[in-house]
């Protein structure tokens, strides 16, 4: 692949990753925290301009300079999002009562996310 073609690649997979990002912050479905670890990752390799954004960001910059830093995150921030995935699936579950299909797919996709979380390491 043309650099040109895959620098622009790696950016346009950066923005849509932090749009994901920005969508899951409203959306509890959607981990914020490791689209927008995705999308540093892909800036880092692109875009210095859009990874400096991503890191000065005032909401999300600094847990994504301790984890550029470390590979960790605080383990408050881990127990919160633990917490919300729990919090938010459960609910869900609950609202699609007769409908065992999609309540099971929800609770497939917790435990994924559940599993992805407590992997991360704590500082």
Not at 5 to 34: M, R
Not at 58 to 63: D, I, T
Request: hydrophobic share 60%.
């Amino acid at each position: 692949m043309k650099p040109i073609l895959h620098k622009n690649l790696l950016i346009v997979l950066g923005c849509f990753f932090v749009l994901f990002g920005i969508i899951g912050v409203v959306l509890p479905i959607l981990p914020t925290t490791p689209f927008m670890i995705l999308a540093l990752a892909l800036f880092a390799n692109s875009s210095p301009r859009f990874h400096k954004m991503l890191l000065d960001n005032r909401w999300f910059g600094s847990a994504l300079k301790q984890w550029e830093d470390s590979k960790t995150i605080s383990s408050r921030s881990k127990y919160r999002a633990l917490l919300l995935v729990l919090a938010s699936f459960s609910i869900s579950i609950m609202i699609l009562r007769g409908n065992v299909i999609l309540q099971i797919m929800l609770l497939i996709i917790a435990i994924v996310f559940l599993f992805f979380i407590w992997q991360l390491k704590e500082n």
